[in-house]
């Protein structure tokens, strides 16, 4: 198939572009490097420098390309900054995202398989989150992810783009090629193999007075190469529909901590902070819907395969895309 991968510079992006190049897809990528890196596009793929906010730069690079299929990843994707900057999460997430169902649309491109996120739910009446779990997010972001699986909804209905919402838990470690690398980097596991590197002090604990067992927030760590492939099977699927994405497990800070420290052999630092803003507790997936329906299963069961696997690009490229 011909695969329009927009934000395919990206992190989880380049992933996925990678496996359906490997699996012998034609891709096209459209990023406009302001999260992503040139670095992190595969030479194999047609490479669009491109905004996705001007709606003529869109419109022309999908009626070029005339893809089978769309794979949108371009998004802010940051609990944090969300609780900041809303219009920035909204504008870009909703406002650009309208801009690609449009092209979309106009083009005649019927497919697409969304990146959205747990954050939709918020904290949950119970775990493990399967779909039929309310919608109740607590920050800009997952709101922002909420509103477009709603607007795709109505773009099945009138315009007949049928849609996979893919809603990722924490999305972690790498490929051999591709890897983690947002400046600022925020995420736990990389920021925690940012100091085993010594490239910062001490990683910092958000909130140590949670209700969980360690006080710490809990969460379900899927490995980048396990969400790609949940992406491949996206493509595949008869109709439209919402999954829910992780492995089932959950690891709190305190675990993660450990874990890389285990792995790295290093002395890793860590200090205790006040809750970060707009962090649920507890997040924990059921797949089993998208193992049921797509055929699903991760290989990545454990979260020291995961933290191995990123702590093996974190050494080949320790600078991470910099040159
Ligand atoms: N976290 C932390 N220290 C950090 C980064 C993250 O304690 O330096 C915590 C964060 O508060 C959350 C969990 O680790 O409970 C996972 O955060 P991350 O930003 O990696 O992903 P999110 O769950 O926000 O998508």
């Not at 869109?58 to 609780?83: C, K, Q, T, W, Y």
């Not at 305190?254 to 803003?277: F, L, M």
């Not at 020291?304 to 093996?312: G, L, P, R, T």
Request: net charge negative.
């Amino acid at each position: 198939m011909k695969i329009f991968v927009v934000g395919g510079a990206g992190y989880i992006g380049s992933v996925c572009a990678e496996l359906l190049l490997n699996e012998g897809h034609e891709v096209a990528i459209f990023d406009n490097l302001s999260e992503g890196h040139r670095q992190a596009v595969d030479s194999r793929a047609n490479f669009i420098q491109g905004e996705l906010a001007d709606r003529r730069q869109i419109d022309s690079a999908i009626s070029s390309s005339r893809p089978d299929a769309v794979m949108h990843f371009a998004a802010n994707a940051l609990v944090g900054e969300s609780m900041q900057n809303p219009s920035k999460y909204f504008r870009n997430n909703i406002c650009n995202g309208l801009n690609l169902l449009d092209a979309m649309v106009s083009a005649g491109v019927e497919r697409i398989v969304f990146s959205s996120t747990c954050a939709i739910f918020g904290p949950p009446d119970r775990v493990p989150i399967d779909e039929t779990a309310p919608a109740r997010p607590i920050n800009p972001y997952g709101e922002s992810k909420l509103a477009f699986e709603n607007i795709l909804r109505w773009y099945d209905e009138i315009h007949g783009v049928k849609f996979v919402c893919l809603r990722y838990f924490n999305a972690a470690g790498a490929s051999g090629r591709f890897g983690e690398d947002h400046h600022p980097e925020t995420h736990l596991i990389p920021a925690v193999l940012q100091a085993a590197l010594g490239k910062r002090p001490n990683v910092e604990i958000y909130g140590t007075d949670y209700d969980t067992p360690d006080g710490t927030c809990i969460r379900d760590y899927i490995h980048i190469l396990d969400l790609a492939r949940a992406h491949i099977l996206a493509l595949g699927a008869a109709g439209s529909g919402r999954y829910n994405l992780g492995t089932g497990g959950g690891s709190s800070v305190r675990g993660v901590i450990e874990s890389c420290r285990k792995i790295t052999n290093r002395k890793i630092d860590a200090i205790e902070k006040p809750r970060r803003p707009g962090d649920p507790p507890r997040l924990i997936a059921s797949s089993d819907k998208i193992k049921r329906e797509l055929g699903w299963e991760p290989e990545f069961q454990s979260l020291d395969a995961i933290v191995e696997s990123a702590w093996k690009w974190h050494q080949k490229f320790p600078r991470g895309y910099e040159n």
